[in-house]
């Protein structure tokens, strides 16, 4: 059975950092290139950031480019992100996802509330 288990979300200032992890298990972690989506208060889910599966690519979206940082460790069966100057607008469920490729995310964590307020 396929698990993911994110954690690490929580309340920060604004400027603040927070790095999510997700353990992953119940299929071969490094086959597939895996992926982080948030969804906001009241908004649509956002695609955040993906990696390849042996690190070689990674991509943002432009809205955290250069703020957020995505890696993984085959080895851990673990995928992070680290978030640095965090912004009220990154406030979300942050959720990551195993991507099957051109037929998308076909398993999801049930997320990790990242709040950001003073």
């Known amino acids: 059975e396929v698990q993911l288990v994110e954690s690490g979300g929580g309340l920060v200032q604004p400027g603040g950092s927070l790095r999510l992890s997700c353990a992953a298990s119940?299929?071969?972690?490094?086959?597939?290139?895996m992926t982080w989506v948030r969804q906001a208060p009241g908004k649509g889910l956002e695609w955040v950031s993906a990696?390849?599966?042996?690190?070689?690519?990674?991509y943002y979206a432009e809205s955290i480019k250069g703020r957020f940082t995505i890696s993984r460790d085959n080895a851990k069966n673990t995928l992070s992100l680290q978030m640095n100057s965090l912004k009220s607008e990154d406030t979300a469920v942050y959720y990551c996802?195993?991507?099957?490729?051109?037929?998308?995310?076909?398993?999801w964590g049930k997320g990790t509330l990242v709040t950001v307020s003073s």
């Open positions: 996802a195993k991507d099957q490729g051109p037929g998308g995310m076909d398993y």
């Open positions: 119940g299929f071969t972690f490094d086959d597939y290139t």
């Open positions: 990696i390849s599966w042996n690190e070689g690519s990674t």
